[in-house]
């Protein structure tokens, strides 16, 4: 149900109440994570990542006290040189969760909520990450799925209420992913430019974060860019999951990068692409590069 990109997040921007920057982000990063443990969105988490002054290192969450984990872990986090001089701190937690079938049944997901807490020139930023489709009205195969959604999505929407209230901060609904469009209250589908939900499944479902992909791609001002193919949607971008099918479908005069998923995913959703297809056919007509086309975009490229 859950995978490694987050289907939908959340922030709240928080003004540090102390000068300790460090204690104030837990305290603020601790806070969500019990917000969502009262649903249980986040029934564990393992522990804290946190980055700040030279010290990048994990500091275990034990027991339930807020305080006492924000005060221990503040400790040792200064005890390690990591006092933050600058003023900058870096605090992720991945929440181990449950989300309820539709049968009534829970499951147990190692990654099922992500908080995460940036602090910059006194201002703190707190995001939360859902992951997985439990909260969604359709699946991330385009399936309707009333049941699942009806169970989990109150829970979902309480849990970002009550961090809005507990932060004294109004939410804001993050960008929309490549799975899904946040809302004040949760997620709904993404849409096809008619109107249908689509089926995400199919370029994230044989993928691990490493899993290399073979990106259609050219050079341009010292940059790569990406290239993408036509499609009823419009233009959208695209992979391959092979150099030999890439060059099978695109031809072996292709201009191409390897990238890993986990990093290609990411940054088409920071850039707002649509989802992304792979190994998708290409049409016979279609353009295509040729070995010309390659000599003469190097010598446009040389004469700079």
Same mark, same amino acid.
Request: glycine share 8%; hydrophobic share 40%.
């Given at each position: ?8 997040? /959340? ?8 000068? !300790? ?60 040189? $990591? ?15 449950? /989300? ?41 195969? $385009? ?31 993050? !960008? ?57 949607? $419009? ?70």
């Amino acid at each position: 149900m859950a995978g490694e990109t987050p289907t939908a997040y /959340w922030t709240w921007q928080v003004e540090l109440p102390t000068d !300790d920057v460090v204690r104030g982000s837990l305290d603020a990063v601790l806070t969500a994570v019990y917000q969502l443990g009262r649903e249980h969105l986040a029934v564990a988490v393992p522990h804290l990542t946190i980055r700040t002054g030279g010290v990048a290192a994990e500091f275990a969450v034990q027991g339930s006290s807020l305080a006492e984990n924000a005060e221990r872990i503040a400790d040792e986090v200064r005890n390690a040189g $990591g006092g933050a001089p600058d003023g900058e701190v870096t605090i992720l937690g991945d929440c181990v969760g449950t /989300w309820v079938g539709a049968d009534g049944e829970s499951h147990r997901e190692p990654l099922l909520t992500r908080v995460r807490a940036e602090a910059r020139a006194g201002q703190l930023s707190i995001a939360v990450g859902a992951f997985g489709d439990a909260f969604l009205p359709w699946d991330l195969s $385009g399936a309707p799925q009333p049941a699942v959604y009806q169970r989990n999505a109150p829970r979902l929407a309480a849990a970002l209420s009550a961090i809005t209230v507990a932060l004294r901060s109004p939410i804001q609904p993050g !960008d929309e992913t490549a799975l899904a469009v946040p809302t004040a209250g949760g997620a709904v589908n993404r849409l096809s430019a008619d109107g249908e939900v689509l089926d995400l499944t199919a370029p994230l479902a044989r993928l691990t974060p490493s899993t290399p992909l073979y990106v259609p791609t050219h050079p341009s001002d010292d940059q790569m860019v990406f290239e993408l193919l036509d499609s009823p949607e $419009g233009a959208v971008p695209v992979a391959f999951t092979s150099l030999d099918l890439l060059i099978e479908r695109l031809g072996s005069s292709q201009p191409w990068t390897a990238v890993r998923a986990e990093k290609f995913i990411t940054l088409m959703e920071r850039l707002g692409a649509p989802p992304i297809r792979l190994d998708p056919p290409v049409e016979p007509e279609a353009r295509r590069w040729t070995a010309d086309d390659v000599l003469a975009y190097e010598e446009e490229l040389s004469r700079g």
